[in-house]
């Protein structure tokens, strides 16, 4: 499959094109190795970006235990769904769709793309076309209450703005979770992390945060460059709660070092918030 358009027009302008072309034969690899088997086996917590119903993109997380991501060949059996009061509930299938799963104790995270052709009584099975490692940095270690994440929602808030305690959560939060979309490879998910607030919300409905040097692949950005829908997911990995935000993002190029440039790169990327869903709502209720 090589790059698409988007993520060569990006590295092109990042100045890293000649770096990224070595790590290119990455995503030519179809199907899941024994390795990647391996690893995917052995996670308790994945977040998927996909479209819902009405063609909303969103992510979502899945939690259970070792054992719940089940892959061999090109084929991916994941033995958990988005829970009920999810935008991703009952999602469905033909579609494409893209999973991230972490390890956060030992910082180690692999990206699968394909199509989810399968749903019942709970569980998915996703048809691979990509499966590929992505480096450590940025990654927090932590506990993931894979219960509490994985619980029916005690309450939940659709909106198309912010609240004060929304704002809260992500003021607070130093991971968070980036779909984006491309109009032939589908949708793609990423983790995102940085020191606690690291994300600022400017207003209502406007999200911003800085970027960091890393792969140089340019996956999320790439597909921004062609499509500008993303969605973003904020997760309390203690209680459960998430902030699932949709709407549209923009890479802004700056000089390096600008004010707000935490990591010296000079790009940012500019999310305007058009649908949100709180489940367990972002005040964190029980």
Request: aromatic fraction near 8%; charged fraction near 20%.
């Amino acid at each position: 499959m090589g790059f698409h358009e988007g993520e060569v027009a990006t590295q092109r302008r990042a100045g890293v094109e000649a770096e990224a072309k070595r790590l290119e034969t990455m995503l030519d690899a179809t199907g899941l190795s024994g390795g990647a088997a391996q690893f995917l086996a052995s996670q308790r917590f994945a977040a998927f970006s996909g479209r819902d119903r009405d063609r909303v993109l969103w992510v979502s997380p899945l939690s259970a235990q070792p054992g719940f991501l089940r892959g061999a060949g090109d084929t991916l059996q994941i033995a958990a769904a988005p829970r009920r009061g999810d935008p991703l509930h009952q999602i469905a299938i033909g579609q494409q769709i893209g999973l991230i799963a972490i390890d956060f104790a030992t910082r180690r995270r692999m990206r699968v793309n394909g199509v989810l052709v399968e749903t019942d009584s709970g569980t998915m099975t996703v048809r691979v076309d990509q499966a590929y490692g992505n480096c450590p940095q940025y990654i927090h270690r932590r506990d993931v209450n894979t219960a509490a994440i994985a619980a029916p929602s005690s309450s939940r808030r659709r909106a198309t703005t912010l609240t004060a305690a929304d704002q809260a959560m992500i003021a607070q939060s130093d991971t968070f979770f980036l779909g984006t979309t491309h109009p032939t490879r589908g949708s793609d998910a990423s983790h995102r992390g940085g020191p606690a607030g690291f994300v600022r919300v400017d207003s209502g409905d406007r999200i911003w945060w800085p970027d960091y040097p890393g792969n140089n692949m340019f996956n999320s950005f790439g597909n921004l460059m062609v499509d500008d829908e993303a969605a973003l997911l904020f997760i309390d990995f203690a209680t459960g709660a998430t902030l699932h935000v949709s709407g549209t993002a923009q890479v802004q190029w700056t000089s390096p070092g600008t004010d707000g440039d935490d990591g010296g790169v000079g790009r940012r990327v500019a999310f305007s918030v058009r649908s949100v869903v709180a489940s367990r709502d972002s005040n964190r209720e029980a």
